[in-house]
């Protein structure tokens, strides 16, 4: 079955490493989107990728990069981990156009210490 | 700024009866919305969306929709306990999620 993955599922590690998140799925979705998580908050968009090498900026983007060298990948890096990016990651994913619905990964829990 | 309106909840219903999750959104300009259903620990996922005003129906699952009020909601009938859960609606363009409505379904 068609599913989007992401790895790791808890991550720790220290201010001002650089950390990549993972995500993948095997649909063959043309978008691939980034969120974060956070309590009084809600989801707020990171970075999203529309095909191969498109990516747009979102909502809370500083600090945070992606790039997209095929159709099933998106790995979102932090340059240097920031206390502010501890949250839950959920990467989400769909067929095409603005209209579709997103189809999201099971989250990655990353704790900035 | 783009934004997406619900009450956060908690809303309390008791089982069986009807709960009504509401959504107002700020650019008139949005044609999708969606409502996604999210248990705590787990991810978001959808559970209707609607493009057209009126209403829509899924089983259980009413989503109504009028753009000229900017408002959408989702009915849920015959509630149960398996409900409970937070709600969130999102519209498109741009892509806004609301911060989501926390449901209490009491058995």
């Known amino acids: 079955d068609a599913e989007i993955t992401q790895s790791p599922r808890h991550k720790i590690t220290e201010t001002g490493r650089q950390v990549t998140l993972a995500c993948h799925q095997t649909?063959?979705?043309?978008?691939m989107f980034w969120y974060r998580q956070d309590l009084g908050h809600g989801l707020r968009l990171i970075h999203y990728s529309y095909g191969v090498q498109d990516t747009n900026k979102g909502e809370v983007s500083d600090g945070y990069s992606v790039s997209r060298s095929n159709t099933e990948d998106l790995p979102l890096t932090l340059e240097s981990a920031a206390s502010s990016q501890t949250s839950v990651y959920f990467c989400?994913?769909?067929?095409?156009?603005?209209?579709?619905?997103?189809?999201f990964g099971p989250g990655t829990r990353l704790t900035v210490l | 700024q783009k934004e997406v309106e619900q009450n956060s909840g908690p809303l309390s219903v008791p089982e069986g009866a009807i709960a009504s999750l509401n959504c107002t959104y700020s650019d008139r300009g949005s044609q999708s919305f969606f409502w996604y259903r999210q248990y705590s620990g787990k991810s978001p996922e959808l559970i209707m969306f609607?493009?057209?005003?009126g209403d829509k129906e899924d089983g259980r699952f009413t989503a109504q929709l009028n753009k000229a009020s900017q408002y959408v909601s989702l009915l849920i009938r015959d509630s149960q306990p398996s409900d409970s859960a937070t709600y969130l609606c999102?519209?498109?363009?741009?892509?806004?999620f609301g911060k989501g409505t926390r449901l209490s379904v009491i058995a």
């Open positions: 989400a994913s769909s067929r095409g156009g603005q209209g579709n619905e997103q189809f």
């Open positions: 999102a519209v498109t363009p741009p892509l806004v």
């Open positions: 609607i493009y057209s005003n």
């Open positions: 649909w063959n979705h043309n978008n």
